[in-house]
């Protein structure tokens, strides 16, 4: 079990970083867009840290649900920005400030709030 557990993990953070490198690697782009490595990321987090707590119950460890929820729903806002605005050829530079802080603050959460 704790294997699966650090495979997840993994998964998890590969996800943060498709996401994060996704949108640093737009910092001096003129037209920043949501490509499709943000969005897989984004996916791949919010995938991973649903089998990450159905893990967790299952192996008796005990699940903090207001932190769970909290980063649930932080991740899952910021995926539906990201399919939202995948369709279009570039996004707002606020958006795309908004998107980084959001990928910030669900990895804060996550490392510090337990």
């Given at each position: 079990m704790e294997v699966a557990q650090q495979i997840?993990?993994?998964?998890?953070?590969v996800g943060f970083a498709a996401l994060l490198g996704g949108i640093l690697v737009q910092t001096r782009a003129p037209e920043p867009e949501v490509n499709a490595t943000m969005l897989w990321?984004?996916?791949a987090e919010l995938g991973s840290g649903a089998v990450l707590v159905v893990l967790a119950l299952v192996a008796?460890?005990?699940v903090g649900w207001g932190p769970v929820g909290v980063k649930t729903g932080v991740t899952l806002f910021l995926v539906l920005?990201?399919?939202r605005n995948r369709?279009?050829?570039?996004?707002?530079r606020g958006l795309w400030v908004l998107l980084g802080l959001l990928t910030l603050l669900s990895a804060a959460l996550?490392?510090?709030w337990r």
């Open positions: 997840v993990v993994l998964v998890h953070l990321g984004g996916w008796g460890q005990e920005l990201l399919a369709r279009f050829l570039s996004v707002p996550s490392v510090l």
